[in-house]
């Protein structure tokens, strides 16, 4: 197994509504958003933010593309982001190959995603990297052999990376139900349990 991103120096980032600073910031202005991000990781000394599984949280209000056709606001994050600089390099943790990518380019969305398959514990296992730069998905295809450590993707930028402060997205799927190249990364709390299901603690494949 190998680290996904290769920093130990980090901290939590809370985007909760306990957060109350998040209340003076323009999350729709993805400059100011960034700039808040990137004070917080660098005032307390660290090179990188994390966290988010299952956390339900404010930010998403920036963009429609987590209401649905009723209305009904999609709050709760399914993976961990991993806040770090553009460029940063991108390693698969286990031994796969690419199951399916695309440029998820909506306001909000992943941007340049990649989804690779593996076999782990004798079973079918899915991650998903999500807000990588363009260049990630330059000379891929469906059944590319992946190593573990292998460098894969680095994070995007702005607006590139579906216009968000930048950062890695990454989740971890027992089942795709049928998606490539994409998978919700964020649910309704009404669909919590079902996700939680599919959708594991990335924590023991991180090795952070």
């Not at 004070?39 to 966290?51: L, T």
């Not at 709760?76 to 982001?81: E, K, Q, R, T």
Request: charged share 20%; glycine share 10%; aromatic share 12%.
């Amino acid at each position: 197994m190998h680290k996904v991103i290769d920093i130990d120096n980090y901290i939590p980032l809370d985007f909760t509504a306990d957060n109350s600073e998040l209340a003076d910031v323009d999350l729709i202005d993805t400059a100011k958003f960034s700039n808040y991000v990137f004070n917080k990781i660098y005032s307390a000394g660290a090179k990188m933010g994390i966290g988010g599984y299952m956390e339900n949280r404010v930010i998403y209000r920036r963009s429609v593309h987590f209401s649905n056709a009723n209305e009904i606001q999609r709050s709760i994050h399914l993976g961990v982001d991993l806040w770090a600089e553009a460029g940063t390099p991108v390693y698969a943790p286990l031994n796969g190959k690419v199951h399916s990518f695309r440029n998820n380019a909506n306001f909000g969305d992943y941007g340049p995603t990649i989804i690779l398959e593996h076999i782990y514990e004798e079973k079918p296992l899915y991650t998903l990297y999500g807000h990588l730069s363009s260049e990630s998905l330059d000379g891929l295809y469906e059944g590319k052999l992946i190593q573990a450590g292998n460098k894969i993707a680095e994070i995007g930028d702005y607006p590139i990376n579906g216009d968000w402060p930048p950062h890695l997205h990454f989740q971890v799927m027992t089942d795709l139900l049928g998606m490539y190249g994409d998978f919700p990364g964020v649910c309704a709390a009404a669909d919590k349990e079902k996700f939680e299901k599919i959708c594991l603690n990335p924590d023991f494949l991180l090795g952070l």
